[in-house]
């Protein structure tokens, strides 16, 4: 009985489909009118409070770089630094323009939340390069400046941000590796260390004397400027190959140095050798006919 009264009471108090109703274009266009009129002086103060704070982060930012330029932090710590206050500084200030255009706070919340878990879904490989760059900055493989083989890639640490690191190649190729990438890569850091050791391998042919051979890379390893006295280099017979004889030969040297004294050594040795007669031989193949 009390379902049929409440059944009845819906359906006397619904409206009729096709019934003329007494709201005209003009009254509705009216009143979307007065309610844009009512909400300008909330839409002049959100777009006061945008620029006012677009300004106050732009200059919050070049303070930044100007303290980090003028203090003794490190340029890998600032740079990320420098990107993560910027991002948390327009999320700031848009959080608040949404608040003054009068969206409730709480569901500014429920939508940020649900946008978090469709864009966290979404995004998955850029939020791991984003825990990458923190794992980068907390754990320090590499700083700006320091020269590294990430994998294949291999150069100067130009850049390192949130979302990828910039490298510079010695043939001056830019290449961009996504932080998370590189926390799951093997790294080889060539400038961590202050000094370095060359290794290389000089070849003779079995026709000459190796002993004399040796002194001469000693002698020359000896006079060279950018050579370590400490740690000794090492010159000794190394193997003997199909062809040649190989002598190794392993001077240590500061790390910026590496290259100047590879190119020096391998020139002066390839003289000292024509000087002296000491052949370098090609790769040979003994043919015994029957």
Known sequence: MTENLFIKELTENAPVI???????????????????VDAIPSIITA??????????????LRLMKKGFEKGYIDKTVSRFSYSLVKILLYVLVATIVLAVLGV?????????????VTIGLA??????????????LITKPFVIGDYVMIDSAEGTVELISIWYTRILTP???????????????KIINYTLKKTRRVDMTFQISYDNDYKKAEQIITDII????????????????????????????????????????YYDITAQV???FDENGIEIPYRQLDIHMK
């Not at 777009?47 to 919050?60: E, N, Q, T």
């Not at 409730?104 to 978090?116: D, E, F, H, K, L």
Request: charged letters at 20%; a neutral charge.
């Open 123 to 136: 995004l998955k490989d850029s939020l791991s390069n984003v825990a990458g760059g923190f794992n980068i």
């Open 104 to 116: 409730p706070m709480s569901s500014m919340i429920a939508v940020i939340g649900t946008a978090g």
């Open 270 to 272: 390839k003289d000292a």
């Open 47 to 60: 777009v006061i409070i945008l620029i006012v704070g677009l300004v106050i982060s732009k200059l919050i």
């Open 171 to 185: 043939d001056n190729k830019t290449i961009f590796i996504p932080n998370g990438q590189i926390v799951a890569s």
């Open 18 to 36: 096709g019934e003329s109703t007494n709201v005209t274009p003009g009254d509705f266009f009216g009143t979307l009118g007065k309610n844009f």
């Open 222 to 261: 000896s006079r060279h400027k950018k050579v370590l006295k400490e740690p000794e280099a090492t010159v000794r017979l190394f193997s003997q190959s199909e062809s040649s004889l190989d002598i190794v030969c392993k001077p240590w040297v500061n790390s910026d140095d590496y290259w100047d004294v």
